[in-house]
Nanobody, 124 residues
């Protein structure tokens, strides 16, 4: 099983990026995105369940980020708009093959599979 994240880069504040994470080897019920800025702990960003309509976000990205999934392609996306310098981090996709309860969606330990991370840098 492999998760391959892509789409990171350097963008000016106010710009947009779309991250992708493609899975091979199996399908997953719940996907999540996490990020880790230098010197900080890994932070949960967003999650999506198998329905594709059950989506969840940390408060700091609500209204700016959109998570989606394409089950046919076994891929999850994170559309990031109106990026801010504080969004700068390495972004990781994560997945779990069973449903994660709501209170645990932001818990990195609830996800068994992880991508390699993609760097997002937002300049001011």
């Amino acid at each position: 099983v492999q998760l391959q994240a892509s789409g990171g880069g350097l963008v000016q504040a106010g710009g947009s990026l779309r991250l992708s994470c493609a899975a091979s080897g199996r399908t997953f019920h719940t996907w999540g995105w996490f990020r880790q800025a230098p010197g900080k702990e890994r932070e949960w960003v967003s999650a999506i369940r198998s329905t594709g309509t059950d989506t969840y976000y940390t408060d700091s990205v609500k209204g700016r980020f959109t998570i989606s999934r394409d089950n046919a392609k076994n891929t999850v996306y994170l559309q990031m708009n109106n990026l801010k310098p504080e969004d700068t981090a390495v972004y990781y996709c994560a997945a779990q093959n069973r449903r994660i309860i709501l209170s645990n969606l932001n818990n990195a330990g609830a996800y068994s599979y992880w991508g390699q991370g993609t760097q997002v840098t937002v300049s001011s």
